[in-house]
């Protein structure tokens, strides 16, 4: 076993996604046993830290930008780590998150908070990030540098390319998945 | 006096192939397993050449050509693979899917499109224009089919389809560039048709979601396009 030192320090994000592609991740099942001699989960909804770290090796991001909050987390990201991945097809091209775009915000407010709310009519603000006009893709706000297609995206497509990185090759995930996969 | 129609010997990625100089690029590359990929064209229609996803180089022309436009001739050198043409079918697809809300993942057409299929296939792995996010109408007017313009490709073999086998010629396009779409009629919606014939052969021949069966749930929409040949070869058309 390799000691933390050889490890590459890994973050995970969930924004505006389901959670489906980390779903589609823990679905790797053991095999994540082989890759965990080689990285080291520092940040991510599987991890309880509230702070991202420094350094980080590897950033592999989840569901599409969509608020202020998440901005300000791909941002920050973006900038504390080495090599980013947009994980599904939120996080590639806007997916589900994005079908709200040619509604505009006005419609889906009025939608949501007050067509279809009972009591308490409002459009919320307080405690809740800004929505942006439009939900993008990862790629549309900072650089990513692989993409990996799929709604979710399969397990094995995912072992393979985590295993791909690990071995200090760059693969094509289109080989493996593709969008709406 | 019918044309002499010549047999002509070209070179196809280094393969020396023969073929009519009525044939195209595309036709005999397929008869001689060489894989072009394409869109808008569909065998048994008559060619259209608008996706240019079939772009090709040939020796001694400057530009790119579409194989499923371009007729053989004699000593013809083609090249159906390099890394312009790849950068090229990448950039019509990011440019197919940048136009219009293209959601893999909630339309009835996934793991069936040839759209999807392609982007795949040219290794297309994000869009890195700016998406356009238009909005557009469903038309659920029709009995049996949807329209679903957000899914559209401008390809245009609903058109064909209907004007050169079915002959009810019900599909048109409308305006021009950005704005072009596909209507019915004298843009009707689809269920007030006075021509529609409701034979369905505009969604069989549909390589996406945009024109579908309705009581189909995502992935559930699979194509049947075996009409095709077997009404082409019935009443004799060739080519």
Redesign the interface.
């Known amino acids: 076993m390799s000691d933390t030192a050889t490890k590459i320090k890994v973050a995970t994000i969930w924004i505006d996604g389901c959670s489906g592609c980390h779903m589609s991740f823990l679905d790797i099942d053991e095999r994540i046993l082989e890759l965990a001699p080689h990285i080291d989960m520092v940040y991510g909804p599987l991890v309880d830290l509230k702070e991202i770290p420094e350094g980080l090796d590897l950033v592999i991001v989840e569901g599409a930008v969509a608020n202020d909050a998440d901005l300000h987390h791909v941002l920050e990201l973006r900038k504390k780590s080495k090599f980013m991945i947009?994980l599904g097809?939120c996080a590639?091209?806007?997916?589900?998150p994005?079908?709200r775009?040619?509604?505009g915000q006005k419609d889906c407010f009025e939608r949501a908070y007050f067509e279809n709310a009972d009591t308490g009519q409002q459009i919320p603000t307080n405690g809740v990030p800004a929505l942006l006009k439009?939900a993008?893709?990862v790629?549309?706000a900072v650089k990513?540098d692989l993409?990996i297609?799929g709604?979710p995206p399969p397990a094995d497509a995912i072992f393979f390319v985590l295993s791909e990185l690990v071995a200090g090759r760059v693969p094509?995930?289109?080989k493996v998945t593709?969008?709406?996969a | 006096m019918s044309k002499v129609i010549r047999v002509v010997t070209l070179t196809i990625d280094d393969q020396e192939v023969t073929g009519r100089e009525d044939e195209t690029i595309l036709t005999v590359a397929r008869q001689h397993d060489i894989d072009i990929p394409t869109l808008c064209f569909l065998e048994g229609l008559s060619g259209w050449g608008s996706c240019r996803i079939c772009l090709v180089a040939v020796e001694g022309v400057p530009k790119l050509l579409p194989a499923c436009m371009t007729y053989c001739s004699e000593g013809m050198v083609v090249h159906t693979e390099n890394e312009q043409i790849k950068a090229y079918r990448k950039s019509i697809l990011e440019l197919l899917?940048s136009e219009r809300?293209?959601?893999?993942?909630?339309?009835v057409s996934?793991?069936a499109?040839e759209l999807?299929?392609l982007?795949?296939k040219c290794?297309?792995?994000?869009?890195?224009l700016?998406?356009r996010?238009?909005?557009?109408e469903v038309d659920s007017s029709h009995n049996l089919f949807r329209n679903d313009h957000n899914r559209c490709v401008l390809c245009t073999r609903c058109i064909r389809v209907c004007d050169e086998i079915e002959g009810a010629h019900v599909w048109d396009l409308a305006d021009r560039g950005i704005n072009a779409h596909v209507i019915s009629d004298l843009n009707a919606p689809w269920g007030d048709s006075e021509t529609c014939t409701n034979c369905g052969k505009c969604v069989q021949v549909c390589p996406t979601g945009a024109l579908v069966q309705k009581g189909t749930a995502v992935a559930e929409m699979h194509k049947r396009r075996a009409f095709l040949p077997y009404l082409n070869a019935m009443r004799g058309n060739h080519g």
């Open positions: 947009a097809d590639v091209s806007g997916n589900v994005s079908m775009n040619p509604i439009n993008i893709p790629h549309q990513v993409f297609q709604c094509d995930p289109t593709r969008f709406g | 899917f809300n293209h959601i893999c993942s909630v339309c996934n793991g499109c999807q299929a982007a795949q290794g297309m792995d994000h869009v890195s700016p998406y996010f238009p909005s557009y």
